[in-house]
């Protein structure tokens, strides 16, 4: 019942746009910092972009600098990862999580909620 669900992953071009949406139901995901991770194949899940609750900010890892946005929507409880510029190196799954701390952390076990992941790939 308590859960995040990710969608918006698909197949883009380099060069090319998506929107992930990272949507939560049985809480209220305006009170929770919320991450984005991903994991390509054979490497490590990476932290991406994370905002904070409230007014705490967000941040984004250096790859993704400039060309990675994320926002909230409280009235659709649901935080968005706009990507722009894409580059095959992008490609990975992509997972949101959810922290009842409210504020970022590079600590994976402090996050309480994980979506079960969407996929992004890009091609050359």
């Known amino acids: 019942q308590l859960q995040v669900v990710e969608s918006g992953g698909d197949l883009v071009q380099r060069g090319g746009s998506l929107r992930l949406s990272c949507a939560a139901s049985g809480f209220t995901l305006e009170h929770y910092a919320v991450g984005w991770f991903r994991q390509a194949p054979g490497k490590e899940r990476e932290g991406v972009s994370c905002i904070s609750s409230g007014d705490g900010g967000s941040n984004a890892a250096d790859s993704v600098k400039g060309r990675f946005t994320i926002s909230r929507d409280n009235a659709k409880n649901t935080v968005y990862l706009q990507m722009n510029s894409l580059k095959p190196e992008d490609t990975a799954i992509y997972y949101c999580?959810?922290?009842?701390?409210?504020?970022?952390?590079?600590?994976?076990?402090?996050?309480?909620?994980w979506g079960q992941g969407t996929q992004v790939t890009v091609s050359s």
């Open positions: 999580a959810a922290s009842a701390r409210g504020y970022c952390s590079d600590y994976e076990f402090t996050y309480d909620y």
